[in-house]
């Protein structure tokens, strides 16, 4: 496991409070001591101090409402998530953890839930397969991500050639999740069908997906995109280190490339890391 680390500049300005507004808190606050307290009357001072709380008060309930949407625990990230686009063979790997059966699986357009334990003295755990399709998974994974422990990122190793692009798309947005950021969820890339002679081997998957990044994310520096594609309201860290090349163990939360097939049953080495992972 690689030792990583990060800088994350912050691009938003630091929250400030105008003074005009401090003011107008503080003004509503002595009108509401003189409705609600007609028959005690309280010094100025007195008024001046119980109104500062008051609305000192209003500020930080305001603060962590705002706040709070944005924030998961980790008792509630306990879902491993299966990502990946179309066709890499996510609903496969799913059934074939689950049911240890092979099937034929057609592209979801929605996302597939299970809850099993993957050896026999294991815990449960919830998975979630998400489609694959941009217009299904978009919606999918900003309703899942916060409840992530750890992500699969599975890649079809036989079709990466020609859908490099898409792939590395994807992984950019799935990296640069404001709930993988700030939680630093680690990521499986899952080089599945790793047993064919013609597949792409998992170094130059991992070469090559750096590079796509490294290049999407000066293409998005100007207008950053969250996975809705929508310009980013969130506080997104850069990722990697600014002034190098990108590269997975510049990134605080672990990205760990493991090859194997589903067909072949090839799992083991996965199986191991979600069991670990999942206990961190």
Known sequence: RAVQSVHTPNTKPPTTFKMESAQALILQAEQWIDTSFPDSPLSPSTTLIVAGVLSLLLILLTVSRFFGGQSSSKGSRTT????????????TLLVKLKEDTIVSCVPSLRENRARFALNADGKQMNFVDVPG??????NVLLDVMPHACHVVFVVDSLDFARRSSEVADLLFDVLSNR?????????????????????????????????EIDELRQSRAAAPQDISGHQAAQDDGY??????????????NEVRFIAGSVTENDLDQLREAIIELAEL
């Not at 491993?80 to 609903?91: E, F, M, P, S």
């Not at 399709?133 to 978009?138: A, C, F, K, L, Q």
């Open 239 to 252: 990722l990697g280190l600014e002034g190098q090349a990108f590269d997975f163990d510049h990134l605080e």
């Open 179 to 211: 709930h993988i950021i700030n939680h630093q969820i680690p990521v499986i890339v899952f080089c599945n069908k790793a047993e064919s002679v013609i597949a792409q081997g998992m170094d130059s998957i991992r070469s090559r997906l750096a590079k």
């Open 80 to 91: 491993i998530v299966l990502a990946g686009v179309t066709g890499a063979g996510k609903t």
């Open 133 to 138: 399709s941009p217009g299904v998974r978009s």
